[in-house]
Structure formats: C-alpha cells, structure tokens
C-alpha cells in the first residue's frame, strides 16, 4: 500500500498569497496516477489535478501540479477567496487506493 | 449531464446493517470503474471499494468481508451493502466515478450512515 503524506497540515496565508501543498510517497508513484481534490465545507470533494499536472475540466489556471517518483507539489498561484478548503492528493495507479491525510489552507 | 445521488444511509445498531444506492446519469456504470469512498466526522478521505462491470471488485482492509460491492445495469445504479457494522463505520459514503486508472472526476453529495446504540 502507497502511503501519502501532506504537509503542512495547515496553511494560514491571505488572499493573493501563492500557496505551495507537499504530498510526499512512501513508494515511487507513476506520474498518471496522482491527484488532487478541493473540498470544502459540507461538499463533496472536486478534482483539481489528475495525472501530476493536468487540471480537470473547469479548473482555473492559477492551480498547477508537478513533482515525480515521491514527491508532489500543488501550487496556487494566487489565493482567491474560495480556494479556502481542504486538499488532498491521492493515489489511483492500483488497489488500494489512498488518500493523503489533507492540508487545510486557511485565511491568515 | 452526469450526475450521482446516493441513498440509503442513516442511524444502525453496531452489528446492524443497510445497503447504499448510487443511481448513476449521464454514464453507464458498468462501463468505467466506479468507487465509494467514505469520510468520518472531521477526518479525511478513506476509499472504501472498488467496483467495474461486475468482474472486478476490491475492498479495502477495513472493511473486507464485512461490506460487498455491486452493481444492476438495469437501474445503472451502484450498491455497497453494509454488515456487522461498527461504530468506527460512522461517515459520510460517497460514491464517485473513477477508480484504478481513472481519477474521481465525478461525487455524489454523500449519505451519512452512523453507527450507534
């Protein structure tokens, strides 16, 4: 099982700051099979990045996702009101799937 | 428009249990991997199961043996049925299209089962 970590567990940074999320591996992770999801109070979660760095359908270009083999970045260039939430990366290569444990970005 | 309502949860005894319903729109379900995925109350993200066109399912640890998968083309409509419950149990299950390949692209709004006596 492929064991992901985020960090910070939280992050406090105003609007219009960059925001730069970690999602570390305990395993090398091929490049297709990494995303990561928003959710926000009382939602569901929504993808943002599948496959490292390709941005689902609707997402605004400010979010951008990199890294390779263990170690994942999703960045938000600049901070707009409604990108206060919670993010998680997950694995989707093979069974089990897994979820890292979130970074909530909060207002400062 | 592709749309998933699920339904079926609410409060059990611990031992209990209740079968959840995915009613999928939009898409076939038994054409794409299809996943339920359930969150505790102020945790994470935990998946659960795993299901494709009736030839593969998969569970997770957690629940293997307890919980099963399937799926009814006809109602193109997902299940997880739930058994010998625990209060650990307790959560919001989503189901959400995707699975091994394929990234969550679509959830439901979630049904919140809770184990309790």
């Known amino acids: 099982e492929i064991v992901l970590t985020q960090s910070p567990g939280t992050l406090s940074l105003s609007p219009g700051e960059r925001a730069t999320l970690s999602c570390r591996a305990s395993?090398?992770?091929?490049?297709?099979?990494l995303a990561w999801y928003q959710q926000k109070p009382g939602q569901a979660p929504r993808l943002l990045i599948y496959?490292?760095?390709s941005r689902a359908t609707g997402i605004p270009d400010r979010f951008s996702g990199s890294g390779s083999g263990t170690d994942f970045t999703l960045t938000i260039s600049r901070l707009e009101p409604e990108d206060f939430a919670v993010y998680y990366c997950q694995h989707y290569g093979s069974s089990p799937l897994t979820f890292g444990g979130g970074t909530k970005v909060e207002i400062k | 428009e592709v749309q998933l309502v699920e339904s079926g949860g609410g409060l059990v005894q611990p031992g209990g249990s209740l079968r959840l319903s995915c009613a999928a729109s939009g898409f076939t379900v038994s054409s794409i991997y299809m996943s339920w995925i359930r969150q505790a109350p102020g945790k994470g993200l935990e998946w659960v199961s795993l299901f494709y066109s009736g030839v593969t399912t998969n569970y997770a640890d957690s629940v293997k043996g307890r919980f099963t998968v399937s799926g009814d083309n006809s109602r193109n409509t997902l299940y997880l049925q739930l058994n010998s419950l625990r209060a650990e149990d307790t959560a919001v299950y989503y189901c959400?299209?995707?699975?091994?390949?394929?990234?969550?692209?679509?959830w439901g709004q979630g049904t919140l089962v809770t184990v309790s006596s």
């Open positions: 496959g490292v760095s």
């Open positions: 395993q090398s992770v091929s490049s297709i099979y």
């Open positions: 959400a299209r995707g699975g091994v390949g394929n990234p969550h692209d679509y």
